[in-house]
């Protein structure tokens, strides 16, 4: 098998498996228990917040554990914005968001607050210059992914919060999920006030994420006992917070050289596949090592990802969240693309694992499909 698509998720790291079974099995007590069995899990729990917390650069009490990124996007974003209803009542986001950032600001729309939808330009990058212009005396929160989970494009978050200092009531929250291990971010040199990863995407196990906190109260999504600093109520996942804690301290150690091979693969793909009829990268040059998107006149997108699953190789259309959707890509449009080019496009993502010999056997499976699928007359009706 060939997976090729780590934006959607990764396949986890037998270690990290090992510790999320060993912590289950060994430490299954309730840490908020006052037995020894609920000590331990504490404790355990407590240390998985302390190595979290130095590996993103933050203090201990700054790490709310979640069940992935979608929670700790929401949290972020209706949190944030709740808290500071009193002080005023407009989001700044941007149109390339994850669904979990785009549907909370229209959820909070839904309940009166104004929500400006920053466009990227034809590299799916905002500039801080877009952000400055949009903030309003009654602005509580900008939200701003890092990497574009479709096209990898990295948004200048760094040069966003600095523009920001001069806006300390405004809190600025940040969607790291698809740039952890590959594109850097200090949190301790940046003014991010609000930070969400997600474990799956870095060889962690599903239910697993973090919204780190190092500034502004927010308002806890649902209500219960006191658990994660009050704002994430319900019994404590000690197991995936270790393991969250494992998986990322052995992405980050390995992370610099895993991007320069993501980056060299990245671009012998690019190189490859732009000299067939017909592609164009949607990608833009700067972008994240993991991720190219492409698009392929005449050639149903589908069509090709069924053609190369049958081969055990796995890419995907557009987002795993929107491809079952079927309306072309979301992302690509809003930059803008021409929309058949945005129905036709292709996403590759590649992970620390993805060798030389599975680029070299998916361009092999591409040769062929692209040729038979051609030759059969398979157009895409546009
Ligand atoms: N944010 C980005 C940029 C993503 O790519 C994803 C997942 O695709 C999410 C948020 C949601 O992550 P999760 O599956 O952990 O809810």
């Known amino acids: 098998m060939i997976y090729l698509d780590n934006s959607a998720t990764t396949r986890p790291w037998r270690s990290v498996l090992d510790t999320y079974i060993k912590v289950s099995e060994s430490y299954f007590g309730n840490p908020s ?15 998985s917040r302390a190595q979290t917390a130095s590996l993103l650069g933050v203090n201990k009490k700054d790490i709310i554990f979640t069940s992935g990124a979608t929670e700790a ?15 005023g009542s407009h989001i700044i986001t941007t149109s390339v968001e994850h669904p979990s950032v785009l549907e909370a600001a229209a959820a909070l729309e839904q309940k009166g607050w104004e929500v ?18 949009a903030l309003r005396m009654d602005t509580v929160l900008v939200s701003c992914m890092h990497v574009n989970n479709e096209t990898g494009s990295i948004l200048p978050v760094e040069k966003i919060g600095e523009c920001l200092k001069k806006h ?15 594109v850097p971010l200090s949190m301790t040199e940046s003014r991010i006030d609000l ?11 599903k239910g ?23 704002l994430r109520a319900g019994t ?32 012998l793909l690019e190189e490859k596949l732009s000299e067939w009829k017909g592609v164009e990268i949607n990608s833009p040059k700067n972008r994240a090592p993991h991720i190219l998107n492409f698009s392929v006149a005449g050639i149903k997108p589908e069509t090709v990802v069924q053609a190369l699953a049958q081969k055990e190789i796995y890419i995907s259309t557009t987002s795993a969240c929107s491809s079952k959707q079927g309306s072309g890509s979301r992302v690509l449009q809003a930059m803008p693309l021409p929309k058949e080019r945005s129905e036709t496009a292709l996403r590759i993502s590649l992970s620390e694992e993805t060798t030389r010999e ?17 030759r059969k007359g398979k157009q895409y009706e546009i």
């Open 33 to 47: 228990s006052l037995h020894p069995l609920g000590g331990e899990a504490d404790k355990l729990l407590d240390q």
């Open 73 to 87: 996007n929401n949290l972020a974003v209706k949190g944030a914005a709740e808290a500071r209803k009193h002080q």
């Open 208 to 230: 697993t994420g973090v919204l780190a906190v190092r500034r502004g109260r927010l308002e806890p999504l649902f209500h219960g006992g006191t658990q994660e600093n009050r």
């Open 168 to 182: 300390p009531k405004v809190l600025f929250h940040v969607d790291y999920v698809q740039g952890i291990g590959k």
């Open 236 to 267: 404590e996942n000690t197991a995936g917070a270790a393991a969250l804690a494992k998986a990322m301290r052995l992405l980050l150690d390995g992370s610099r050289e895993a991007a320069g091979r993501m980056r060299s693969l990245n671009l």
């Open 195 to 205: 930070l969400t990863i997600s474990g799956h995407k870095f060889h962690c196990v």
């Open 116 to 133: 400006t939808r920053l466009s990227p330009d034809k590299n799916g990058e905002i500039s801080p210059e877009q952000v400055e212009e």
């Open 358 to 374: 599975d680029i070299d056997a998916f361009l092999l499976a591409w040769e062929e499909i692209y040729e038979t699928t051609a």
